[in-house]
């Protein structure tokens, strides 16, 4: 009898030692060269052990200690110890925070402080003391302000029509008004008007077309048309996916071409996940490639919360004690 090739999975144990192992080894390559961003790393880190269901693999209050000593005095976050704050990191922070239930554990007005101090008169969000004005910053305030249950710290609505300013004529968004339509850009947009209560704003038939267009003919997803080629990407398997899901056109993407392609990009051996099929994998595209599986509930990855890049049983646990709160 003819052996029968065993399907391609998720390689779930390799992922986990690998996560851990990048986390650990203060040495590696991977290690010193993230130094700059440490909180996001532990964030995609953390998250990604957390759909492994593992996250109990990681020594919470040693995480919750080094989240809270990045934390300046101006009440943001820097990306590690001493480093300036920023509005990047101060998500990272909240998230993570979240992520182990331990919110509680920050003054959250005192980081709202920081959040809003940052909005500009027309609504949008510089990213740091420094003045550059990003929709990823709109979104950064907005989901923070959510987590921490204090949207009414920040003008919504001025954030909400800033955001909307930046939408293009083919249904997507830039990172300011008039700039080019990125998926990135997308998924921070639709990310912030849906936490803004605004995603009926969206011009969903058009944006979801053009979303569904970054789908290339290996199942993998890109950023924009405008590629010299079309150079698809792991990341983009959170920043499209997320959108769509956030559209409920999910449907709209070839879901098993796309885990083709992502399973593709695992290192069988050492375990993580590239961004493209041969190259190194990183903590980042770890996370992203397997949120691009939770898309259909294969591999055991349990939903996401899209608009709030974080599973849906934290959200839901922190919506509930939200709701205990007087
Ligand atoms: C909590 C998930 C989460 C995000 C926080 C930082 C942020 C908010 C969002 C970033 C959104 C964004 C702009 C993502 C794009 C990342 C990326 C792959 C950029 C590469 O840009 P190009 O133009 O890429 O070099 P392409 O693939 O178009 O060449
Ligand atoms: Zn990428």
Known sequence: MKAVASEPALARALHRSYILRVSSDTDSFEFQVSEHLRLSGVYWGACALHLLGELQSLDAAQVVSFVRSCQRGCGGFGGNLGHDAHMLYTLSAVQVLALFGALHTVDAGRVMRYVASLQRPDGSFAGDEWGEVDTRFSYCALCCASLLGKLGDIDVAAAVRYVRACENFDGGYGCEPG????????????????????????????????????????????????????????????????????????????????????????????????????????????????????????????????????????????????????
């Open 179 to 326: 700039g080019e339509s990125h998926a990135g850009q997308v998924f921070t947009c639709v990310g912030a008007l849906a936490i803004g209560g605004e995603l009926g704003s969206v011009r969903s038939e058009e944006l979801a077309w053009w979303l569904c267009e970054r789908q290339t003919p290996g199942g993998g997803l890109n950023g924009r048309p405008q590629k010299a080629r079309p150079d698809a990407d792991v990341c983009y398997s959170w920043w499209v996916l997320s959108a769509m899901c956030l559209l409920r056109r999910d449907g709209w993407i070839d879901g098993e071409a796309l885990r083709r392609f992502i399973l593709s990009c695992q290192d069988e051996e050492e375990g993580g996940i590239a961004d493209k099929p041969g190259d190194l994998p990183d903590v980042f595209h770890t996370f992203f490639g397997e949120r691009g599986e939770s898309i259909h509930g294969t591999d055991g990855v349990p939903p996401i919360d899209a608009a709030h890049a974080m599973p849906a049983s934290v959200m839901e646990q922190l919506r509930a004690e939200q709701a205990l709160e007087p």
